[in-house]
């Protein structure tokens, strides 16, 4: 007697349970084009992409502001959503839930699209807190007044992102030349990221900094410069998101002036090869 009377109790609790799961999801609109995550990251497998004006169901489960949602028809896909990809519907919305609602009459919803797809938005991988580690290479140039030098470079940079479009960063580079012991620089600065959705993230970014070793390596003949260094590139997300190959197009000036050169008149340009991981 007293095993049926608690399966039934059990029984009537997750009745209730259903039923309150059922009745309190919240319609909600895209508003451009979203993904739907395993996880509440944005490092996460990605579930499905949705284009934008699909209504689909916030269904109670949320993390920061990452929404649990699934999508709505013959197929329903349950995943996390960014809050930033969404807005809320009014309660009585949820009996017009269908598909897509269309940017013109003339114009038809692209279909969803499955795991294959990469038009990831950029807030789903550049989420605040998050940060990026970037280490690039490659051949520069190093002009001074009475020529060229060419000097391999190895650059690292740390940028802990703020916004889906602003990154703060720290940067260091190390430099080797032909018969010259190798010598560096530090510095902080920027970078603007711009991309609504797909693998490839344009930027601009910005350092200042000072350089060191060189003072040492002219026995203080050489002060070690102040500079300031600007690139543009683009990154090529990896299928998922999480990393990427970088490419970084750079100019940087020196301003310090010693004994024996006028770094003044120094500047140093090149292209950086490398990877991006964000974590």
Do not use: C
Not at 230 to 240: D, I, Y
Request: charged share 15%; glycine share 14%; no cysteine.
């Amino acid at each position: 007697m007293h095993r049926l009377l608690i399966g039934s109790v059990i029984a009537i609790l997750f009745g209730a349970q259903s039923g309150f799961a059922q009745t309190t999801a919240v319609p909600a609109r895209t508003l451009q084009t979203a993904v739907l995550l395993s996880d509440p990251r944005g490092d996460s497998a990605l579930i499905i992409t949705v284009p934008p004006g699909v209504v689909i169901e916030l269904v109670g489960g949320q993390s920061g502001e990452w929404y649990q949602a699934r999508t709505i028809g013959p197929v329903a896909r349950l995943g996390w959503i960014h809050r930033t990809m969404i807005e809320l519907l009014p309660a009585d919305a949820a009996s017009a839930l269908s598909a897509a609602v269309p940017p013109s009459p003339n114009a038809a919803s692209p279909p969803l699209q499955g795991r294959g797809d990469i038009a990831r938005p950029i807030e789903a991988d550049f989420v605040p807190g998050r940060t990026e580690l970037i280490v690039d290479g490659g051949m520069s140039g190093w002009n001074a007044s009475d020529g060229t030098v060419e000097i391999f470079q190895l650059d690292s940079l740390v940028g802990f992102v703020v916004s889906p479009h602003f990154e703060v960063i720290g940067s260091m580079s190390v430099f080797k030349a032909s018969d010259v012991d190798a010598f560096g620089s530090f510095g902080g600065g920027m970078l603007v990221n711009f991309r609504d959705a797909g693998p490839v993230v344009p930027f601009v970014g910005g350092v200042v900094g000072r350089g060191f070793g060189a003072s040492a390596l002219f026995g203080g003949l050489v002060n070690d410069p102040t500079f300031v260094n600007v690139s543009a590139g683009f990154r090529v997300l990896t299928r998922g998101g999480g990393g990427a190959l970088i490419v970084r197009p750079f100019y940087e000036r020196y301003f310090n002036s010693s004994d024996i050169v006028a770094t003044s008149q120094v500047n140093r340009f090149g292209v950086s090869l490398g990877a991006a991981i964000l974590f």
